[in-house]
């Protein structure tokens, strides 16, 4: 009996491993903390900030957010840094956050990014090094966990967009209840009189069927596109032209779309590079539309354009 209870453990063990989905790597960094001698910030404090890292990298990398299974190299790669610049107490951190999530390129080694954002204004957390992180997208803990969760939803959510239309859809359910269990905390950034750059319109942007076009570009830029590179690189370049058109239909309903602006910032220079030794024809077509989706990200290729 006790070999059998041995085994069914190991096996639950086995195929809770296999079920998780991120390899998200965490940074911390508390050098304004030290520099400005706040309270709470010295030299001999530093294992909370490790302690922090840990906690995070564990929360993510050991939670299952999906009934799927991933086999090891299947894992996806994101890295959340949190730049802190203030601390009130002992348990209480204000800063902002950097997110980035990665994507393989088809029958290459070279990965693309799907997002690449810092949050604006201050995140203000609570975190405890004798408390568990605890989450649920349909209640609220603390905007710490709450924040994570919405992004790993959020990524989830365009990593699957990105392989098949529509894919990601129900992930961006998920991310919806965890914004409207946190709204009424009071936190910044959950409710929909926040600034325009903030999580819940990245949320609102992924669901509202006004900017459905989002997700088929996600679907044609990655897939028909960059996947596809190694086949038939014309063919592959005018279904990247394709998404961002998609792009294009989206930002149109609304000027600065945040998930289209978020769109062009992460693809800009891939962009060039793909685009680099294409015709004029397409460079001009690719200048044109980033233009239309972001006129700040389209400065960056005035040379490219004109080459």
């Known amino acids: 009996m006790r070999k059998i209870v041995v085994i ?24 304004k903390l030290l520099t400005t001698q706040q309270a709470y910030g ?20 050991g939670r299952r957010w999906t009934g799927l299974q991933f086999e090891p190299q299947e894992k996806i790669d994101m890295s959340l840094s949190l730049i802190l610049n203030t601390r009130s107490s ?18 290459s080694t070279y990965t693309t990014g799907l997002f690449n954002y810092m949050e604006p204004g201050e995140f203000k957390f609570v975190y405890n090094e004798s408390q568990s992180l605890d989450f649920d997208p349909n209640n609220y803990y603390s905007n710490l966990t709450s924040m ?35 709204e ?23 669901i509202n069927s006004a900017y459905e076009t989002l997700h088929s570009a996600y679907y044609k830029y990655h897939r028909l596109g960059l996947d596809m590179m190694t086949r038939d690189q014309a063919k592959a370049r005018k279904a990247i032209i394709e998404a961002l058109d998609d792009v294009k239909t989206a930002a149109a309903r609304k000027p600065n779309v945040l998930s289209g602006s978020q769109f062009a910032e992460t693809k800009v220079q891939e962009l060039m590079a793909i685009f680099g030794p294409a015709p004029a024809e397409e460079k001009q077509q690719v200048f044109d539309l980033m233009k239309a989706i972001s006129p700040i990200n389209a400065i960056k290729m005035k040379e490219f354009n004109t080459k």
């Not at 069914?8 to 050098?31: D, K, L, P």
């Not at 905390?185 to 992924?206: L, P, Q, V």
């Open 90 to 107: 002992a348990t209480e951190f204000g800063g902002q956050v950097q997110l980035q999530l990665r994507r393989p390129v088809f029958g």
């Open 8 to 31: 069914i453990f190991t096996m639950c063990f086995f195929c809770t491993v296999m079920a998780q989905e991120f390899r998200c790597s965490v940074q911390v960094n508390y050098q």
């Open 184 to 206: 009424g905390s009071g936190a910044i950034g959950w409710t929909s009189s926040a600034d325009y750059k903030s999580r819940y319109w990245f949320m609102e942007n992924h």
């Open 148 to 182: 994570i969760g919405f992004y790993c939803y959020i990524f989830l959510g365009m990593y699957f967009d990105s392989f098949s239309p529509n894919g990601g859809e129900p992930f961006y359910q998920l991310a919806q209840q965890v914004q409207q269990s946190a």
């Open 42 to 61: 010295s030299e001999n404090d530093k294992k909370v900030f490790e302690s922090m890292k840990q906690a995070i990298e564990d929360f993510v990398n």
